[in-house]
T-cell receptor, first 114, second 114 residues
Framework: KAGVTQTPRYLIKTRGQQVTLSCSPI?????VSWYQQTPGQGLQFLFE???????NKGNFPGRFSGRQFSNSRSEMNVSTLELGDSALYLC?????????????FGEGSRLTVL | AQTVTQSQPEMSVQEAETVTLSCTYD???????LFWYKQPPSRQMILVIR??????QNATENRFSVNFQKAAKSFSLKISDSQLGDAAMYFC???????????FGTGTSLTVIP
């Protein structure tokens, strides 16, 4: 069974631009969550989607948004990029929202903002 | 908000020796879940071990075991017979219940010395 797939793996943007990251969960998994990972900050929760609906949202500005499609694939978008948005963005999937089980992570998308 | 604290940014251990990684958390909940995740240099994070708060028995997975002290809100990870492949960033995580978000610590970077 294929794991969580994130694209692109690496990208470089400049301040003010926007970026869209994609995540395909493990087949059969319907919940997708997103995290921002930076050195010293660990993983910060962005949001979680299930059945195309946002179920939880972290404490990030409105420039960060996401969505989920009917096939459970998810995208996150960051508009008006700032230098501080440089980070590894991790996507994780689980069977369903409300499941107490583990998260399965992708390898991440490394965003560099210049 | 719940917080998860990992006070050891870096740890090292000799191959075949035992090492303990510390984690404390803050919560007012009585039922919750605790996790240790491992992130090798390739970046894909995987679950090492999990513990349900209502279970008094400490979880064990082969060479990995936890010391769960509910009253002290402490959840340490012990790695026995350390191997070179154990070198990674380790994250402690907390989840108050199904449907609620995960909270992660800032991580502990473990080096295994041959």
């Amino acid at each position: 069974k294929a794991g969580v797939t994130q694209t692109p793996r690496y990208l470089i943007k400049t301040r003010g631009q926007q970026v869209t990251l994609s995540c395909s969960p493990i087949s059969g998994h319907r919940s997708v969550s997103w995290y921002q990972q930076t050195p010293g900050q660990g993983l910060q929760f962005l949001f979680e989607y299930f059945s195309e609906t946002q179920r939880n949202k972290g404490n990030f500005p409105g420039r960060f948004s996401g969505r989920q499609f009917s096939n459970s694939r998810s995208e996150m978008n960051v508009s008006t990029l700032e230098l501080g948005d440089s980070a590894l963005y991790l996507c994780a999937s689980s069977l369903r929202w409300g499941s107490p089980g583990e998260l399965f992570f992708g390898e991440g998308s490394r965003l560099t903002v210049l | 908000a719940q917080t998860v604290t990992q006070s050891q940014p870096e740890m090292s251990v000799q191959e075949a020796e035992t090492v303990t990684l510390s984690c404390t958390y803050d919560t007012s909940e009585s039922d919750y879940y605790l996790f240790w995740y491992k992130q090798p240099p390739s970046r894909q994070m995987i679950l090492v071990i999990r513990q349900e708060a209502y279970k008094q028995q400490n979880a064990t997975e082969n060479r990995f075991s936890v010391n769960f002290q509910k009253a002290a809100k402490s959840f340490s990870l012990k790695i026995s017979d350390s191997q070179l492949g154990d070198a990674a960033m380790y994250f402690c995580a907390y989840r108050s219940g199904p449907g609620n978000q995960f909270y992660f610590g800032t991580g502990t970077s473990l080096t295994v010395i041959p």
